[in-house]
Nanobody, 121 residues
């Protein structure tokens, strides 16, 4: 099982960035995908999640209206489009895949190693 994040980097305040999570070693379409982030000195928090079919999404209040999570089951890849970025969005962004058996019923999960997003002028 492997989750590989990419697309992080340095972006100016107000800018946009898209991070990707390429999955392998498991049946991607059976897994709920989520993005968490961890800023220096803070706990890791949920940013956004998407169901295995892509029909259901949820977001942290701090990113609603600015971030969009999506997935392409044919490409085994999940994405997080981030717009109107602020310095408070600076963090390591982690991809998580969790087995989804049904609405609210989850099993084993896996984590990627993260990609750093820095928002600064």
């Amino acid at each position: 099982v492997q989750l590989v994040e990419s697309g992080g980097g340095l972006v100016q305040p107000g800018g946009s960035l898209r991070v990707s999570c390429a999955a392998s070693g498991f049946t991607f379409s059976n897994y709920r995908m989520r993005w968490d982030r961890q800023a220096t000195g803070k706990e890791r928090d949920l940013v956004a999640a998407i169901s295995r079919t892509g029909r259901s999404t949820n977001y942290a209040d701090s990113v609603k209206g600015r971030f969009t999570i999506s997935r392409d089951n044919a490409k085994n890849t999940a994405y997080l489009q981030m717009n109107s970025l602020t310095p408070e969005d600076t963090a390591v962004y982690y991809c998580n895949a969790q087995r989804e058996y049904g609405p609210g019923i989850y099993g084993k999960d896996y984590w990627g190693e993260g990609t750093l997003v820095t928002v600064s002028s």
